[in-house]
Structures are given as C-alpha cells and as structure tokens.
C-alpha cells in the first residue's frame, strides 16, 4: 500500500513551516514510521539545517529531475533513526527549475517506499507553493496566533481548496499562555471560530525550539521540553490516536497551585 | 489615573485579542469575496438565466459587482431591461 503525503503550509513565513517537517518527521519515524521529508523551498532551503544534516549534501531534489542523479542517491538518512530520510533541494537554483508535474511523479515515487512523506511548503502562494501541493493527499496549515498569519491561513485554505484539498489539519503555533490569560493573544477558539478547519495541535512558545534548531537537533528528542511534548501529540493524532490537547491556561498561580495540593 | 479606573472597571480589561479578533472578521469578509471571480461569473448567468423568464434583458449592459464600503459589503446589480415579456403582463392581468 502506497504511503500518504502531506504538505506542510502557511502562506506567511517565519510561522514555523519548517520546524514543524522536522519534528512531525522525526517523531513519525522514532515511532517505527518509514519516513521522507522533502524541501520544496527550492533557492532558500532551510529543513537541512534544522534537521543537523547539512553536512551530508551531496544531490538535490532538482538534481534528480534534472536526472543528474537516481532518487535513492539523493536521499540522506538521519543520523538518529534508520526510518527517516531527508530530500533536500537546491539551493542555487530558481524555483520555476522544478514542474508540478515533475513534484507529483516524484512524490509518487517516494509513497511507494515510505509510510508518510513530509512536504516542507515554502512560503508565499506563487510557483513554490504550487509545486509543494501537486503530490500531496492532504494539507496541514501551519500558523501563529497573529492577524497576518491567519489571514493567510485563510487564503491558503482557500487555495488548497481550489487544488482538491479539502479539511487541512491546523496547527497552532508559538501560542503564549500568559498572554492568552491577559486577553492579549488570540485563543484557540478564537482562531478555530474564524477558519473553520479541524484542529491538529497547539504549540506553544518555547524557547527549547531556538535552542534545538541552533544544535540541529528537533525538539520531539527532548520530552521535557513543552513544545517537543505538544509535537509527540501531534504525531500520535496523526497515527490516528485520540490526544487530548494542552492545556494552554495551565500557567497561572491558582493551577499551579492546585496542581500542587493534588486538585488537578 | 482615567486609564487605571477605565481598565478597573471597564473596556480596557478586555485586551487586545478582541481587537484582533474583529479586525481579522473584517479583512477575511473582503478576502473571501474576492478571491473568487469565477463564483462572481456563475452568479451572473444564473442571475441573468431567472431573470429572463420574466423580461428582456440587455445582455450587453448588465454588469453584477461587489462594492465594498469601509466595514461592509454590497452586491449591486445592473440589468438595463429591453422589453417586458407580454405573457408576464398578461398573467399580472
């Protein structure tokens, strides 16, 4: 049975696109998952970096439709677990080298080899965005709980729409639970209420992430940590898996409180 | 001090989430209509499709488009009528 590709997307940049590829593949993969993440952000290539595995380049993506190299000789394996690997892109080539015909047929090559293949979207709605979405099954919209990442969000779900993908998963990133106490970020629902597609997970702001991306190391490895906590949710939810979701208001002295004398 | 007794008692408390919230209702309203042209297209031949039942329309001149105002959204038709059908007249009869 063919594996199922999903493109990670947000419309603005800078919402966390990519460090989310990372960790939902890492954690897949770390949970017996076969899986492939590839770049589509051809020219700005970044997943490479976040993943640690820079180093180890050798082929792109644009290489093996150019036809320069096979598609198994451009694959670079993790160095953590066996089940995952990266397809990075070029990173001095313009984004138009590549066709959305060209992405679906590679795409479908992957699917018959990995269980899921992770799409990492770039930002904007023009050509890059278009290759990222031709092989995909389904979407995943990554934002923030901003006005200009929402209203992206929303024209990307519009888009996604008009490419056949229906009911992408949100995730909801860099919340902050302190400002959300104050009524100075938008909540959950709130941002729910406005778009109108199936919640997939809430992140929330975490310095561990900086920290992680500067070692190259996703943050799903460090189970202390909150956001590589809230990551793991999202990966068990995507196997199927009924999570709840964090608590985002669980900060304030009377939970802690609670929590503390054993009433939570 | 008015800002401390207003945000004791008042709006201020509130914070700006609500500000945000409604701002982004306002935006995606024009968002939404605009992104598709094409509903825009379908809507008229069907709006054209009813309204020739009845009378006869300039096709020429008819013309439906979204006019915006500053926190509100109008559909505002214009169909230039060539002839009343008789049948219509006679049933009104």
Redesign the interface.
Known sequence: MPGKALVITSGKGGVGKTTTTANLGLGLALRGHKVALVDADTGLRNLDVVMGLENRIVYDLVDVIEGNCRLAQALIRDKRTRNLVLLPTAQSKEKDAVKPEQMKELVKQLKDEFDYVLIDSPAGIEHGFRNAVAGADEAIIVTTP??AA??DA??II?LLEASGLYDPGLIINRVRPDM?R??????IT?IID?LAIPLLGVVPDDEGIIVSTNRGEPVVLNGRCRSGEAFNNIVRRLEGEEVPFLDMRGDGILERLKRLVGLR | MWEFLSRLFGRENEGSKVAAKERLRLVLVHDRTSVSPCLLETLKEELLDVISKYMEIDQAGFEVNLERGDDSMALVANIPIKEMKRALSRTKN
């Open positions: 901003e006005v929402v209203r929303d024209r519009g959300v104050r009524g100075d970020m938008m909540d709130d406005i």
